[in-house]
Antibody
Framework: EVQLVESGGGLVQPGGSLRLSCVAS????????MTWVRQAPGKGLEWVSI???????YYADSVQGRFTISRDNSKNTLYLQMNSVRVEDTAVYYC??????????????WGQGATVTVSS | EIVMTQSPASLSVSPGERATLSCRAS??????LAWYQQKPGQAPRLLIY???TRATGIPARFSGGGSGTEFTLTISSLQSEDIAVYYC??????????FGPGTKVHIK
């Protein structure tokens, strides 16, 4: 079965750090473009970051310089390292496969989400 | 940044009736436009890509149209399980993906 399972969410103080994990099954993370999307409470979807198959990484301006996307090919796992977190980073974080061969960029597989709460 | 807008913000439709949702891009995204359905407490689900192609397993009552800057999602005969928020998403300008603010569909 093709699926993504996130973990690592929780409560963190402003200025702190947290690492989210996203384990893939049924497909290979490194063969795909992989994305993080977040959703603040009661709000819409916001693209956060993407890692290309070749390893290039890109970020939304709101997280540039604070968040780092990476992957571990041996574990078929995607990560989001969140540093210097702010109250406004509070959200559910979803990992998603960015399907290119058929759709040129739609997000076709989503994880169930990991909740991150930034509060003192 | 490409700004996506959606209208209406909220829509009440009787069961079996047609629902039409609109999405507009601040500049042309060609047909690189997707629609997602999000039910309460769940992750988004891909419905439509390339503006009009249904994703795997999506019922035929969902259809998409448009190109350039104007797009629509139509639910031909609303079912109770279609109650959700629907988001459009442009993926024409890699890697700066953007979503619309969503349209919430209610049962009348």
């Amino acid at each position: 079965e093709v699926q993504l399972v996130e973990s690592g969410g929780g409560l963190v103080q402003p200025g702190g750090s947290l690492r989210l994990s996203c384990v893939a099954s049924g497909f290979t993370v490194s063969d795909n473009y992989m994305t993080w999307v977040r959703q603040a409470p009661g709000k819409g979807l916001e693209w956060v970051s993407i890692i290309y198959t070749g390893g290039n990484t890109y970020y939304a301006d709101s997280v540039q310089g604070r968040f780092t996307i990476s992957r571990d090919n041996s574990k078929n796992t995607l990560y989001l390292q969140m540093n210097s977190v702010r109250v406004e980073d509070t959200a559910v974080y979803y990992c998603a496969r960015t399907e290119y061969s058929t759709s040129s960029g739609a997000f076709d597989i989503w994880g169930q989400g990991a909740t991150v709460t930034v509060s003192s | 940044e490409i700004v996506m807008t959606q209208s209406p913000a909220s829509l009440s439709v009787s069961p079996g009736e047609r629902a039409t949702l609109s999405c507009r891009a601040s500049q042309s995204v060609n047909n690189n436009l997707a629609w997602y359905q999000q039910k309460p407490g769940q992750a988004p689900r891909l419905l439509i890509y390339y503006a009009s192609t249904r994703a795997t397993g999506i019922p035929a009552r969902f259809s998409g149209g448009g190109s350039g800057t104007e797009f629509t999602l139509t639910i031909s005969s609303l079912q109770s399980e279609d109650i959700a928020v629907y988001y459009c998403h442009q993926y024409n300008y890699w890697p700066q993906f953007t979503f619309g603010p969503g349209t919430k569909v209610h049962i009348k």
